[in-house]
């Protein structure tokens, strides 16, 4: 049951940048931790950067200091801000969010990103 709703996903050159959003009308953004993952094409899909309910961020080896991720509680918007992106950064990215006292969480659909001169 897919309640989150990503977007911002496109085509860029190498060294390019692109912000993604993650968006709900259902959930409220400030309970939850919340996290962002990609699945490269023939791979399985890898955790990229986490935020936690108290706005504690977290990234993966690959995404530290080109990524950020950040999330905007008033209006229920996670983002990530990718720089220097580069071919081996293609992949659908997907926001989850993760409410730990149900052990219940919520993907989105995913938004395609394509790092291609």
């Known amino acids: 049951q897919e309640q989150l709703t990503e977007s911002g996903g496109g085509l860029v050159q190498p060294g390019g940048s692109l912000r993604l959003s993650c968006g709900t009308s259902?959930?409220?953004?400030?309970?939850?931790?919340m996290s962002w993952y990609r699945q490269r094409p023939g791979n399985e899909r890898e955790l990229v950067a986490s935020?936690?309910?108290?706005?504690?961020?977290d990234y993966s080896d690959f995404a530290n200091g080109r990524f950020t991720i950040s999330k905007d509680s008033a209006i229920n918007t996670m983002f990530l801000q990718m720089n220097n992106l580069q071919p081996d950064d293609t992949a659908v990215y997907y926001c989850?969010?993760?409410?730990?006292?149900?052990?219940?969480?919520?993907w989105g659909q995913g938004t395609q990103v394509t790092v291609s001169s």
């Open positions: 989850r969010a993760y409410y730990s006292p149900w052990r219940r969480e919520y």
């Open positions: 259902r959930l409220t953004f400030s309970l939850f931790d």
């Open positions: 935020i936690n309910a108290g706005n504690m961020p």
